[in-house]
């Protein structure tokens, strides 16, 4: 059967180094089945997070010769194995143990993010009306499976930790989500652009090469927000037109 | 904002485990552009060979100050300064430039060719500050849609060039008749991807339904947003596609004004 060497990173709260383990592979392996063998037969205390193994859980997320991807994702076939395959945690977030990130402040940035907040029903028995193509917009965000893959190649957290100022593609898909629903009545453009940081964001668009459910992050969630953010910000003419309907 | 508790270290200029050639886009995008942008300033200086038969650059057009018979206000005046060089590109291309430097498409592309900010996707930076579009002068990027407005007027004047490129003056009798040359699709050509860009803008597509959450209330607008959705899945194609086409339709014309071209009549 052939073989193919695996760098893993091992170690524990961002300190560690890369070990070689060659393993066998069969047709058909995608990495985290690759990781899996040699967590039963060389490396039994190799920490992965993994659930579904079918691109939906969002869990596996690891960076795979250098591009943040899914780790039960990503074929065997598709990866070069004459030389090693580098497999690291996701750099934007503290390493727990090994493969492992812990990815709990997106979580927390979550919970600040203004709640969805609907009109008030649209008929006497308490329900609403919405047409399909309006509400076919925000369903493309829906798809996210919260792998953070796009937080983690931002450049903005991977490489200046502006984690503080900025909450990364991932929480602006969201905020689109609620922003852009048709039932939605609340603002959160003032939160765009200062507490989120918007403005941090220069459209380089890794997020939406990365993202495993093919959401086109940049230009359906982050450039209508920050257009939105153009409206009330940086118009004038907007803003007269504002002022005229009152 | 809850803050992260371990400080992350960034890496090195250029440092990544990346394996595949990441530098490729990065180079093409540099050459593609700067190879535009020294063009550009070298035809918008030369003031000269801008116009043929019934053909003009779209670098010079509108031809605001220039031939007397043509440009919009004549022969430039007595008051322009010694100093300043004489070219109708100079005081037009501006606003197409503009456009472009403010495009959401291109600000992604040469952040990374020029700036490395990033070089390219999980690719170490040169700078350890960053300070993104929130101050000046990246600030200045959210003017964007007025750049926009001045576009679609470009849009509408060389489309009347085109038009004027159907109407060739017989050089014996004098007398003006239909006709298509090469230049003529040529201009065409140029116009068409141009429209292409420009219709498939972020701020066109925000603006024209993008910022209203029920779309489907209007079918005139629900229908011109899908029609700029469709043109803004490939604004990268026609970005580049009409910096060259333009690019080619001045080289087009200057080369036949010069005679080294011959302009083929197809009518």
């Given at each position: ?197 918007i403005g941090?964001c220069n459209i380089t668009k ?12 940049t230009d359906?969630?982050i450039i209508p927000?920050k257009e939105?953010v153009v409206d009330?910000h940086f118009d004038p003419l ?9 | ?28 995008t540099?050459?593609?552009l700067?190879?535009f942008i020294?063009?550009a ?51 037009i291309l501006w606003a197409p430039g503009g456009f472009r430097l403010t495009c959401y498409y291109y600000r992604g592309a040469y952040y990374k060719a020029f700036w490395?900010d ?14 993104g579009e929130r101050s000046f002068p990246l600030i200045l990027q959210n003017i964007h849609r007025y750049f926009l407005y001045l576009a679609l007027i470009f ?39 141009l429209?292409?860009y420009t219709?498939g803008c972020h701020s066109l597509r925000h603006l ?24 803004n899945?490939?604004h990268m194609?026609f970005a580049?596609?009409s910096l ?24």
């Amino acid at each position: 059967m052939p073989t193919a060497t695996f760098r893993i990173w091992r170690g524990q709260n961002g300190k560690g180094e890369f070990q070689d383990y060659v393993t066998e592979i069969s047709d058909g392996m995608v990495v985290l089945d690759a990781v899996h063998r040699i967590q039963a037969e060389q490396a039994n205390d190799l920490a992965v997070r993994w659930n579904c193994k079918a691109g939906k859980c969002g869990s596996c997320s690891a960076e795979i010769n250098g591009n943040p991807r899914l780790m039960c994702m990503t074929r065997l076939s598709s990866l070069r194995l004459d030389q090693a395959v580098v497999l690291q945690p996701m750099k934007s977030f503290p390493s727990i143990k090994d493969l492992v990130t812990d990815v709990s402040w997106n979580f927390r940035v979550k919970k600040a993010i203004k709640p969805f907040k609907p009109r008030r029903p649209d008929a006497a028995d308490g329900t609403w009306r919405m047409a399909q193509e309006d509400v076919d917009r925000v369903q493309e965000f829906r798809k996210c499976i919260e792998c953070f893959l796009c937080q983690d190649v931002c450049h903005v957290l991977r490489e200046h930790s502006l984690h503080d100022h900025f909450v990364g593609p991932r929480l602006l898909v969201y905020t689109a989500a609620l922003e852009m629903h048709p039932l939605d009545n609340e603002n959160r453009v003032n939160e765009l652009r200062n507490g989120n940081g918007i403005g941090y964001c220069n459209i380089t668009k890794c997020c939406t090469k990365v993202c495993p459910e093919g959401i086109r992050i940049t230009d359906n969630a982050i450039i209508p927000l920050k257009e939105r953010v153009v409206d009330e910000h940086f118009d004038p003419l907007q803003k007269l037109f504002r002022i005229l309907r009152k | 904002m809850s803050s992260i508790d371990i400080p992350l270290q960034s890496g090195r200029f250029g440092s990544t485990k990346r394996r595949d050639r990441w530098w490729t886009q990065p180079i093409f995008t540099f050459l593609g552009l700067s190879v535009f942008i020294v063009y550009a300033t070298w035809a918008a200086f030369q003031g000269q060979y801008y116009r043929f038969g019934p053909y003009l650059s779209p670098f010079y057009s509108p031809e605001i100050f220039g031939n007397p018979l043509h440009s919009w206000l004549g022969a430039w005046p007595a008051w322009w300064p010694s100093w300043a060089p004489i070219s109708a590109a100079l005081l037009i291309l501006w606003a197409p430039g503009g456009f472009r430097l403010t495009c959401y498409y291109y600000r992604g592309a040469y952040y990374k060719a020029f700036w490395a900010d990033p070089p390219a996707c999980t690719v170490g930076e040169p700078r350890k500050s960053y300070r993104g579009e929130r101050s000046f002068p990246l600030i200045l990027q959210n003017i964007h849609r007025y750049f926009l407005y001045l576009a679609l007027i470009f849009l509408v004047i060389l489309g009347l060039d085109v038009w004027r490129a159907l109407w060739f003056t017989a050089p014996d009798s004098g007398h003006v008749q239909f006709g298509i040359g090469v230049g003529t699709l040529v201009l065409a050509i140029n116009v068409v991807l141009l429209a292409c860009y420009t219709f498939g803008c972020h701020s066109l597509r925000h603006l024209i339904g993008g910022r209203v959450d029920e779309i489907s209330k209007s079918s005139v607008r629900r229908n011109s947003y899908n029609c700029v959705t469709c043109l803004n899945a490939r604004h990268m194609l026609f970005a580049w596609t009409s910096l060259f086409s333009v690019m080619f339709a001045d080289l087009y014309v200057r080369l036949c004004a010069m005679g080294i071209w011959h302009d083929w009549r197809i009518i």
